[in-house]
């Protein structure tokens, strides 16, 4: 089921191409601190709410380097980041359900130099994917698989309440105007885009854009307020005409 949907709805896998080594631990040079990283499962995210839970001093940070993973994970993962207000330090990479759930649940979050942040859609995404021009979704997904699309709308739109960031954070490089000039795996936004989307992220140098293998892996958008609020109404008319499940009830 979980392999389907990534084919069939463009669903947030990460960005590696092989699993990511998997380890969750305190930091041997602060006790405050976990250290996650690999990919996000909902195995892994219980060790790290195990580790959280039950340590003996206060975890008050997390680092945390992850190319993304199961999408229910990385919504249970963020409000644990988010109800422990937990301070994130993205290391080397954080993408896809990373970036669309642990980076926009803290309010305080750091990005290494080098450090790659980038979106490449979420629970809004069937909308704009090509895969679904010219064709009902409810359409083209067995029971199952739109069961599956409802409860993560639904999951989503909860999540981006709670945490009080704007949901469009990770479809808005996949809207018209901006998807045609994608030229990179994932999307993000220069610094002032991003708090005017609710998100509190400061870089330790330049907005990294290329791995370190030199791949150019994420586009930075910058965005005038103008044709963000645009991007915003444009993108609340749609959803109001698609009326997809729950995706009529707008963000």
């Given at each position: 089921m979980r392999n389907l949907l990534v084919v069939l709805l463009?669903?947030?896998t990460g960005c590696a191409s092989q699993p990511e080594p998997f380890s969750v631990v305190v930091d041997p040079l602060s006790a405050n601190t976990i250290v996650y990283s690999g990919e996000i499962t909902a195995d892994n995210v219980a060790s790290f709410e195990e580790l959280l839970t039950n340590s003996p001093t206060k975890i008050e940070s997390l680092i945390i380097n992850s190319g993304g993973g199961e999408v229910f994970a990385g919504i249970r993962f963020g409000e644990l980041v988010y109800q422990y207000k937990l301070k994130v330090i993205v290391d080397k990479v954080c993408a896809s359900s990373c970036a669309n759930y642990i980076a926009t649940a803290s309010?305080?979050?750091t990005v290494r130099?080098?450090?790659l942040l980038g979106w490449h859609g979420g629970a809004l995404q069937p909308i704009y994917a090509p895969v679904f021009n010219n064709q009902s979704i409810n359409k083209r997904l067995s029971k199952d698989e739109n069961d599956f699309l409802t409860r993560w709308q639904q999951a989503e739109?909860?999540?981006f309440n709670k945490i009080k960031v704007n949901q469009t954070v990770t479809v808005i490089g996949m809207m018209p105007g901006l998807h045609d000039k994608r030229d990179a795996q994932l999307f993000s936004y220069d610094q002032?885009?991003?708090k005017r989307l609710g998100l509190h992220i400061a870089y330790e140098g330049e907005q990294a854009t290329h791995s370190a293998s030199g791949e150019y892996v994420v586009q930075i958008f910058s965005l005038s307020p103008e044709v963000l609020?645009?991007?915003l109404i444009q993108h609340s008319k749609i959803l109001e005409q698609e009326k997809i499940g729950l995706l009529s009830?707008?963000?």
């Open positions: 463009l669903t947030l309010n305080d979050v130099e080098g450090g739109l909860d999540f002032k885009t991003l609020d645009l991007l009830k707008g963000i």
